[in-house]
T-cell receptor
Framework: DADVTQTPRNRITKTGKRIMLECSQT?????MYWYRQDPGLGLRLIYY???????NKGEISDGYSVSRQAQAKFSLSLESAIPNQTALYFC????????????????FGPGTRLTVL | EDQVTQSPEALRLQEGESSSLNCSYT??????LFWYRQDPGKGPEFLFT???AGEEKEKERLKATLTKKESFLHITAPKPEDSATYLC????????????FGQGTRLTINP
């Protein structure tokens, strides 16, 4: 079973609709992230959370909101979707220390392909 | 502001033809440099982390090296299954430990 799962995997919606993308992880990591990927622009950070009570904006948070429901769950919402939010969305998790050594390697989910018409 | 530039954007090789991918970076204090592999329609898959200049890591046909300004991903005698986009990212001591990604190099290995 995958350690980081995302639902839905594909979504087509219309301008103005509210959309929620969900991420769950079984890795036991405290840190979770949401990225979007656009052709030619690479991965850009939308929001990140270092624990359940900690939520931080990334470089492109406008038009998005998040909710950290539990250590294992981190949801991304588009309150009123617009066409330029069409992209691949990835959730990632990390643990800054592994066996006492600093790593903070991020592990990614399979992605959600979102199309806004 | 931390920045990462990868080159070339795309690289096409014949099976067995070795080459290198480049990742140039600027960061205010490097905490770690990360390499990922991404197959079409899938999430990035972690390959390596490098922490200090001079460090090298290997995995099968891949070897990553690091200097103070750039990292190289060397691929030796590649096979078609090595075809993918390779992403480089840096994490600095500033900026709440966020990863900054390059645009990636799309590698195609022809049989």
């Amino acid at each position: 079973d995958a350690d980081v799962t995302q639902t839905p995997r594909n979504r087509i919606t219309k301008t103005g609709k509210r959309i929620m993308l969900e991420c769950s992880q079984t890795k036991g990591h405290d840190r979770m992230y949401w990225y979007r990927q656009d052709p030619g622009l690479g991965l850009r950070l939308i929001y990140y959370s270092f624990d359940v009570k900690d939520i931080n904006k990334g470089e492109i948070s406008d038009g998005y909101s998040v909710s950290r429901q539990a250590q294992a769950k981190f949801s991304l919402s588009l309150e009123s979707a617009i066409p330029n939010q069409t992209a691949l969305y990835f959730c990632a998790t990390s643990d800054p220390y592994l066996a006492g050594e600093y790593t903070d390697t991020q592990y990614f989910g399979p992605g959600t392909r979102l199309t806004v018409l | 502001e931390d920045q990462v530039t990868q080159s070339p954007e795309a690289l096409r090789l014949q099976e067995g033809e070795s080459s290198s991918l480049n990742c140039s970076y600027t960061v205010s204090g490097l905490r770690g440099l990360f390499w990922y592999r991404q197959d079409p329609g899938k999430g990035p898959e972690f390959l390596f982390t490098l922490y200090s200049a001079g460090e090298e890591k290997e995995k099968e046909r891949l070897k990553a090296t690091l200097t103070k300004k750039e990292s190289f991903l060397h691929i030796t005698a590649p096979k078609p299954e090595d075809s993918a986009t390779y992403l480089c990212a840096v994490q600095g001591f500033q900026g709440a430990q966020k990863l900054v990604f390059g645009q990636g190099t799309r590698l195609t290995i022809n049989p």
